[in-house]
């Protein structure tokens, strides 16, 4: 029953939990300002299969999907987040909104879940401590905003963490169906499955329900290992695209040719088989992969690509003495927690370390250990506070800690709404091609697009029109069966540098990764908003030409990223240039 004794104490967690949803539900409709193509791989199918029963190309039945079969056009893909859009995008149609409030609750729901968890391996104020950082954290925001498939992982992976921590007797059963939900909800993460849960329930048997439950651990156990030997008889028996030949091992190509080239510019001596061989190679690219895993530039000052905002780290600078901090508390009060975490960190590694030959940071892989890292900050802040017997300095120290990241809040957030929209990331200019094409073919005029990558930009276009429906379904369908991608009056070609725009009755569009067009005709364009450069030329326009276009974007505000419900002339005079 809730009291209100109850409720004040449970204030900071509540008011925690409302500052995670402001912070990831605000301007949810406009930033990011586009949706990458994984993401809508997802959503474009999850709508067909809401409406049809079956993907966009009417091949696919998404039941088996958890027999880990995919829709066409896609790399085999998480099964789970098809069933999570879907009600979504099929009750109230595409937009990005529609696309990502699942993933914002989703993340939302883990801030309380990290609480839960700290608060049974140590204690409910270094708990609290742990939910905000979760809460304010910019890789969570980052990934909550968009429908990349590592936040339901990290939300069904706490979860059947958190279960298997506190259940006791037959419930223990009640993991396993939220365990399989965690490996169905992301591909990466499919590698840090098994050690994830062996680690977990190893602990929870043997620290938490001291060596009772055996037999309901086991079955935990035996269920996790059936479904990976499913999983593993499917992806090697059934013809067709597999992310396997994604994994590094010793008989990798790359690892071979490496051996080769470093011999070769090497003198030889005895020395050099020994030390210059395919394990030592491995060993290696293993070893480089994990120390910059956890670099302090990487994880605080810049991420990398995949992450986008290249000026600000996955966590806030401060959170890096919290974390050294909370190791020590966490190592020196509590070694048997201190294995445990620092375990699930190395396997949150997993799916970076096995992954490819090269040795690049690539951040989505790392997500299971980036949820972990809050349970240890949060243990730094408060422990460190907690040294401070002097009840006045105890609370400002505490003020002062609450300041301090107050300012790298706001830091971050000028960062990500106001510098990164202007990036250009997630294809944002083919939402403008999108908008653009949609405008001239509601007037009536003919379109053509010529691009490097048609099924890509026609997916999109579907998307950003929100022109998939009841009425065209079967219409799109035969445009995916027969390979011409042509819908109403715009069609989707591959490059053509030999076109003579001037002697077409219609209007082109022409993408700059083609390559330059024999001449220089007369055009107008959509730009890139960072520096105005050409993202595609438009030949024979009649859509924006009457309205006065600028030479390059200028005076961009978040409220124009609401592109679909803007005016012709708001949108050409926004997005549209005359060079």
Request: hydrophobic residues 50%; contains cysteine.
């Amino acid at each position: 029953m809730l009291t209100k004794k109850n409720l004040l104490d449970n204030l900071p967690l509540i008011l925690i939990i409302a500052l995670a949803f402001i912070l990831r539900f605000i301007w949810l409709d406009k930033v990011p300002n586009a949706a990458g193509g994984d993401e809508l791989t997802y959503v474009v199918n999850a709508r067909a299969m809401f409406l049809t029963g079956s993907d966009i190309s009417g091949a696919w039945n998404p039941l088996s999907g958890f027999i880990f079969k995919y829709p066409a056009y896609t790399l085999p893909q998480a099964e789970l987040p098809y069933f999570l859009i879907a009600p979504f995008v099929g009750f109230f149609g595409f937009s990005l909104f529609s696309v990502r409030i699942i993933f914002v609750l989703l993340s939302v729901l883990s801030v309380p879940l990290i609480y839960l968890i700290t608060k049974t391996l140590s204690n409910k104020n270094s708990a609290f401590a742990a939910s905000f950082i979760m809460a304010i954290n910019p890789w969570s925001i980052y990934m909550a905003r968009t429908a990349y498939e590592t936040t339901p992982a990290i939300f069904f992976y706490l979860l059947g963490f958190y279960m298997l921590l506190v259940f006791k007797s037959r419930k223990i059963l009640l993991t396993i169906p939220v365990l399989f939900l965690a490996f169905y909800s992301y591909v990466a993460t499919k590698v840090s499955f098994l050690p994830f849960v062996f680690v977990t329930v190893l602990f929870s048997y043997f620290f938490v329900n001291k060596q009772k439950y055996k037999k309901e651990y086991l079955l935990v156990l035996a269920s996790c290992f059936l479904l990976v030997l499913v999983f593993a008889f499917f992806v090697f028996t059934t013809s067709g695209q597999s992310r396997v030949g994604e994994l590094i091992n010793l008989s990798a190509p790359q690892i071979s040719s490496e051996v080769d080239y470093i011999r070769k510019v090497s003198i030889q001596n005895p020395l050099t088989n020994i030390f210059e061989n395919k394990i030592t190679v491995f060993s290696r690219i293993i070893l480089t992969k994990l120390f910059k895993s956890f670099s302090f530039d990487y994880l605080f000052v810049y991420g990398d690509q995949f992450y986008s905002l290249l000026r600000h780290g996955f966590f806030y600078v401060l959170d890096a003495l919290f974390l050294v901090l909370g190791f020590a508390y966490v190592f020196a009060k509590r070694k048997s927690t201190f294995f445990l975490l620092f375990s699930l960190l190395l396997i949150g590694v997993l799916p970076q370390l096995l992954y490819s030959a090269r040795t690049d940071n690539f951040s989505i892989h790392l997500s299971l250990t980036f949820a972990i890292f809050p349970i240890f900050i949060g243990a730094g802040i408060w422990e460190t506070i907690n040294l401070i017997k002097n009840k006045f300095y105890f609370y400002l120290s505490l003020l002062i800690t609450g300041v301090l990241y107050l300012f790298l809040i706001f830091n971050f957030l000028n960062i990500y709404f106001y510098q990164f929209p202007l990036r250009g990331y997630f294809d944002f200019h083919v939402r403008l091609l999108s908008k653009y094409a949609a405008l001239a073919n509601s007037e009536g005029k003919e379109v053509t697009i010529y691009s490097p990558s048609t099924p890509d930009i026609f997916k999109k276009y579907l998307f950003y029109t929100n022109n998939y429906n009841r009425d065209t379904y079967l219409q799109i369908r035969k445009v995916y069966k027969s390979e011409n991608f042509k819908f109403q009056n715009v069609a989707f070609k591959g490059c053509d540098r030999t076109i003579d725009p001037f002697k077409e009755n219609k209007i082109i569009i022409y993408d700059f990764n083609c390559g330059a067009l024999k001449k220089d005709y007369k055009h107008i364009a959509i730009p890139r908003l960072y520096d105005g450069g050409q993202s595609y030329e438009i030949f024979n326009d009649k859509i924006c030409s009457k309205f006065n276009l600028k030479r390059y974007p200028q005076n961009i505000k978040i409220n124009d990223f609401a592109i679909e419900n803007q005016t012709p002339q708001k949108f050409c005079e926004t997005f549209i240039t005359n060079p």
